[in-house]
């Protein structure tokens, strides 16, 4: 009898906690996004998602007419749980890649708070694949998904670095000039970083993914003397991806390079640069003026951060693709002097902080540069927190 029991409250133990899974998967409910694709009827739509590892796959739940409904509830779990092992937490992002009648568009959608309760619609921007079968995405009735047999995408490669990267700098050539630089981060202040896709040869920005740290970081009054320079950089985790899309017996490739992760722990400065550092992305000087110093205990110039003619500066990546390049990670000519846009301000909050004050001899002149870096499809450049005393 006392055994029968044993089994009888075990069999109800394990019942009760059948039940509680079931209620607890039950009491978390799903996230549906809608996402409407305008003019996109007839085309094969694969759905990609940053996860914390990396680029994934992710089926529909549904499309109705130009409307794909995602389920991204465990894409920003995952966020959610990864910052508490690493240094660095983000908002889901994804990638949706639309191909009709021998054309693809790439978007990326970074999923904010927003996303939760409002549709989000894009409209494609296609450019004709070169490189595949001209039949690609023509099938004609409704929009379809990766779903079907012969639409789905493959991840080939991926590669992954950890390496620091200037985030500001004063090149120093004026023997009568001097000052000091502060660099802050704000802790869990969001911060965008520029997904680009390298595809049918052309190099495209897609989207922005939104990263924050736990952690703070500072560079307080980092001094620099008369001739002398001054670097502040950080590290980020680079990474590249190379997938194989394939569509009605066709294919093509699209290639990621874009960083998913950054410590402002490590933020460090000198007035050497490091050979490990990648350098600022300067491609040019633009002129801000030439100031006269009325006395040596007030700055000739002052900057701050704010004072960017944009909410976005430039990070060097080249240097991350060159090294793959030469290690035959990354197949075919990647352009040069590539770099990633960091958008450092959400809203009305600045995730870094920066400031610059340049001090010089009575009476004494100095012309003072601004940095700019190249970018696809902007065409006065990308301003950088870098700047040229003299020389």
């Known amino acids: 009898m006392k055994g029968k029991a044993i089994v009888l409250l075990t069999t109800i133990l394990a019942v009760l906690g059948v039940l509680v899974i079931a209620l607890h998967a039950h009491s978390s409910p799903s996230e549906v996004v809608a996402i409407e694709i305008r003019n996109s009827t007839g085309a094969r739509i694969l759905v990609k998602a940053l996860y914390p590892d990396g680029f994934r796959e992710i089926r529909p739940l549904s499309i109705e007419g130009e409307t794909v409904y995602l389920d991204v509830s465990g894409l920003r779990r995952a966020w959610g749980e990864v910052v508490e092992r690493r240094s660095y937490g983000g908002e889901p992002f994804i990638v949706l ?46 929009s379809r998904t990766s779903s079907s047999d012969d639409v789905y995408e493959i991840l080939e490669n991926s590669e992954e670095r950890t390496i620091p990267a200037v985030v500001a700098e004063v090149l120093n050539f004026d023997r009568n000039s001097w000052g000091q630089v502060t660099w802050g981060y704000l802790q869990n202040a969001r911060v965008g970083f520029g997904v680009y896709v390298f595809l049918n040869g052309e190099l495209m920005k897609v989207g922005t993914i939104y990263l924050y740290s736990p952690r703070g970081g500072s560079v307080s009054h980092a001094a620099f003397g008369r001739g002398e320079s001054v670097y502040v950089w950080m590290n980020f985790i680079y990474r590249y991806e190379r997938w194989s899309v394939h569509v009605n017996g066709g294919n093509f490739y699209e290639e990621y390079v874009f960083v998913k992760g950054f410590e402002p722990a490590s933020l460090s400065w000198g007035h050497e640069r490091p050979p490990n550092v990648m350098p600022a992305p300067v491609s040019s000087w633009k002129l801000a003026g030439r100031y006269t110093s009325d006395t040596i205990t007030y700055p000739y110039y002052q900057f701050s951060l704010n004072e960017l003619p944009s909410d976005y500066f430039s990070i060097d990546a080249s240097g991350f693709v060159s090294a793959l390049s030469s290690e035959g990670a990354i197949p075919g000519v990647w352009p040069g002097n590539f770099s990633i846009d960091v958008k450092y301000k959400s809203g009305n909050m600045s995730a870094f902080t920066f400031t610059l004050d340049l001090y010089g001899e009575r009476g004494s002149c100095h012309p003072v540069f601004e940095g700019l870096s190249k970018a696809q499809g902007k065409y006065h450049g990308v301003p950088l927190v870098a700047f040229r005393i003299g020389g």
Not at 99 to 106: E, I, P, S, Y
Not at 111 to 137: C, D, F, H, M, W
């Open 97 to 142: 890649t639309v191909v009709r009648g021998g054309k693809v568009a790439v978007h990326g959608i970074s999923l904010g708070e927003k996303a939760r309760s409002s549709k989000i619609t894009i409209v494609p921007s296609y450019r004709r694949l070169s490189q595949v079968n001209a039949s690609l995405g023509q099938s004609g009735g409704t």
